[in-house]
């Protein structure tokens, strides 16, 4: 049986970290969805002007591996298998083939970037956006979007931190799940 209801978290995870397992938890716990789709970003056109981005095999095996136990969710590489960018408008039609709502899950920092992403319009016209608090940031409601608060308490971490590290498992283990260890470690050294 197809999912109804389906919550899309998108990003590049360079690395998955405690934040995003934070999110996706709260997301699942306010009873909105029948699957949250982790989808891992094939190009981050945005993100690799920004810095080396990790391959996306890589980083879909970090994903997989830190969002295994997570109820309701599932990681995809369907944008891993498109040529080009990795945008959001196209994962959510493809979705809306297989559901009856998509509802993208965001953190608060993106929620006010949202008329920036590609085909904006056409996006804010198809989906709720979920947004996820973070730290210093107040509610954050888009202009113009469909939006909710996603209750959980904010977790002061972001990938770019990470990546500030010396990428040892005693810099890791406490903002990266173990098992996103190894793979990390490997790849960026």
Known sequence: MKPRRIGLFGGTFDPPHFGH???????????????????????????????????????????????????????????????????????????????????????????????????ADALRDLVKVGVVPRPGSVTVEPPGWDSYQIPMDPVDLSSSFIRGLDYSSDSLKNFVPEQVIPLYEGARR
């Open 21 to 119: 397992v934070a999110a996706l938890r709260a997301a699942a716990s306010t009873g909105r969805f029948d699957l949250i789709e982790v989808t891992v970003a094939g190009d981050p056109y945005r993100k690799s002007l920004e810095w080396v981005v990790l391959g996306a095999p890589v980083r879909l095996a970090m994903a997989q591996v830190a969002f295994a136990d997570l109820d309701l969710v599932e990681v995809s590489n369907r944008e891993i298998l498109r040529v080009g960018p990795s945008y959001t408008i196209d994962t959510v039609r493809e979705l809306l083939n297989e559901a009856q709502s998509v509802d993208l899950i965001v953190g608060a920092d993106l929620a006010l970037q949202l008329d920036g992403w590609h085909q």
